[in-house]
C-alpha cells in the first residue's frame, strides 16, 4: 500500500530511518525472538494453533507429511485471509529413506469450457480478479492425498480431525489475521455465499473473537471419510458444478473430475557451497535460483548487510532475473514447446539456472547505476500461507498454499465452508504470450516452497509468501545465511528488499522502462537510502509487500531441529 509520492517520502524516510538495530542478547542483526530448538520435531506456521496441531499429529506417530496437512487444514480455518481448499498447493519433502527431495505440484488448470475467444468476444482486456471467471479447479485436496499416500502414515481422517473440531467448537481469530479479514469483507461481499459463510452478519470477526465454520467441518469429515474423490467427483464436486452454472461461472463437474496434480522434480543452484531447491514453472521459484547465481559472481564479504552495495546489487539482479520471469516461465505442457514436450521445458529450466547463462546476465550489471529497463534473455531453445514441518525420522516438508489475493475469488458455494481461488487472474488475454489463457492450462503461480541441502545432507526447510516478494524474499534468506552469517531467526527478521513494477508474466505491467520501485523495510540506515538515489533508484514507502518467513533447520551431526518464525504475521515455531 503506497502511501506517499516517491519524492516526498524518501525525504521523510532519509529523516526517520535509524540503523539497522543489534539484538539485545548476540548484538547481531534484530531478532524478535530467540531461535527454537528441539530434538525430535518441530514445525512453524503462521498461526500458533496450527503448530500445535502439527506437532499433536507427530506425537500421536504421524509423520511429517500428515503433520504439514493437518496444519494446513487448519490454517484453511484459522486463515481464510491466505488460504484454503479453494486453492492451490505447492510442495517439497525430504524423504530420509530415498534420501532425496520429492516435489509436488499441486496447482489446477483453468475450466475447458472457458475460452480465450470468449473473453475477447465479451469485451475482457485481462481476466477479472474476482468472481466467477477467475477461478480454476482447486488443487489443495488432491495433492494432501497424492502426499499422504506417499508419505503418510495415520489415516486421514485423524489428519483433519483437529481441524473439524476447532470448526464446530469455534477458535478465537489472531490480530493479523483479523485484519486482513476486515479488509477483504466490503470486497468480497458481494459474491454468492460469501457473507453468509464468512461474516457475522455482513462484518468481519474480530481479533479475540470465537469463529466456526460447521459448513468446513463437514466438508472436511466427508474428504476424510470418503477420500479424494469426495470432492472432486462426488457429491461435493456436483453441487460445485451447480453453483457455478446458477452463478454465471464456467468451473464444472468434469473439470474437476479430470484433474490431478504431479510429481516433479525440483530445480537446483548452488550458491557458495550450499544446493537451494525450487519447483520447476508454472511457479517463479527459479526466480530466487537465477537471483543468486547471478550474486554469486560478487564478493559479498566487501559489503555489509543493508550497505548501498547490498541493495544496489540485488535489486539489479532481481531485474534481470524477472524480466527472464516474465518470458519464459508458463505451463510446460504448453511452453516454451507447444505439444507438451517435458523435455524442452527441462532443458530451458537447465539453461536459466546455468553459471553459464548467470554470467552473461551478470555482465549486464552496472555497480553504480540503476537500470531503468531490461530484456530476457536469449535462450537456445498472490496472499498465501507457508508451513514447514519436521519428524523423528528426519523428514522435512516445505509447503506453501494459496487462494490468490488473500480470501480468493469470494466466490463460495452455500453449505461447503471455502473460498475459490482466483489464480486465473494471472493469464493474459493475448494470442502466443507464454501465459496466454487456454481450457485446461495451469496459469502462472507464484507460490514457491524452498529447500536448501548442503553437501548432499537437509539443512533448511523454509519459504517466504508474498506474490512477487517469494522469490526476492527466498534470495535474500538464503544471503543472510551465508553471506551474513545470521542464525535462523535474524535472517527472517532482518528488514527487507522489495523491488515492484518488473514488466509481469500476467501482462499487468507491459514492460519496464521506469527502473521500477525500491521498497526497503524499516531498518535501513539513511545513508544507504541517500545512496541508492543516487545511482538511480526511485525509493517509496509501502507498508507490508515483505512476505512472511517459516524455517526449520537441521543440525547435520546431532540431528536438532532449529526453528524459527518471523515477526511480521501471527505464528510460532514449535518442537518437542
Known sequence: MKVMPACLMCCLVLLAAPAPAADRITGQPFATRSVVYAPEAMAATSHPLATQIALDVMKQGGSAVDAAIAANAALGLMEPTGNGIGGDLFAIVWDPKSQKLHGYNGSGRSPKGLTLKWFQDNGHQSVPSHGPLPVTVPGTVDGWFALHGRFGKLPMADVLAPTVRYARDGHPVHDTIAYYWNRSVPLLSKWPGFSEQFTFDGRAPRTGELWKNPNLANTLETIGREGRDAFYKGDIARRIDAYFREHDGFLRYEDLAAHEGEWVEPASANYRGVDVWELPPNGQGIAALQILEILEGFDFSKFEFGSAEHVHL??????????????????????????????????????????????????????????????????????????????????????????????????????????????????????????????????????????????????????????????????????????????????????????????????????????????????????????????????????????????????????????ASESRKDGQAAGY
Not at 509481469?504 to 527502473?515: C, L, S, T
Not at 525500491?518 to 537510502?529: A, K, M, R
Open 314 to 563: 540485488f535489486v539489479e539482479a532481481k531485474k534481470l532475473a524477472f524480466a527472464d520471469r516474465a518470458r519464459w516461465y508458463a505451463d510446460p505442457d504448453y511452453f516454451p514447446a507447444r505439444d507438451g514436450d517435458r523435455a524442452k521445458a527441462k532443458a530451458l529450466v537447465g539453461e536459466l539456472v546455468s553459471e553459464q547463462y548467470a554470467a552473461k546476465r551478470r555482465a549486464l550489471i552496472n555497480p553504480d547505476r540503476a537500470a531503468r529497463s531490461v530484456d530476457a534473455g536469449i535462450l537456445q531453445h498472490g496472499d498465501t500461507i507457508y508451513l514447514t514441518t519436521a519428524d523423528k525420522d528426519g523428514m522435512m516438508v516445505s509447503l506453501i498454499q494459496s487462494n490468490y489475493r488473500g480470501m480468493g475469488s469470494g466466490m463460495a458455494t452455500p453449505g461447503l465452508g471455502f473460498i475459490f481461488q482466483d489464480r486465473g487472474e494471472q493469464f493474459v488475454l493475448k494470442a502466443g504470450h507464454p501465459n496466454s489463457f487456454a481450457p485446461g492450462k495451469r496459469p502462472f503461480h507464484t507460490i514457491i516452497p524452498a529447500f536448501i541441502t548442503k553437501d548432499g545432507e537437509p539443512w533448511v526447510s523454509f519459504g517466504l509468501m508474498g506474490g512477487a516478494m517469494q522469490p526476492q524474499g527466498h534470495a535474500q534468506i538464503v544471503m543472510n545465511l551465508v553471506d551474513f552469517g545470521m542464525n535462523l531467526q535474524e535472517a527472517g527478521d532482518a528488514p527487507r528488499i522489495q523491488h515492484d513494477g518488473s514488466t509481469d508474466p500476467a501482462g499487468q505491467v507491459a514492460e519496464m522502462n521506469d527502473g521500477g520501485v525500491l521498497n526497503l523495510e524499516t531498518g535501513f540506515p539513511y545513508e544507504t537510502i541517500r545512496a541508492l538515489m543516487r545511482k538511480g533508484h526511485t525509493i517509496e514507502f509501502a507498508d507490508g509487500p515483505y512476505g512472511g518467513y517459516q524455517a526449520i533447520a537441521r543440525d547435520p551431526e546431532t540431528g536438532v531441529y532449529a526453528g
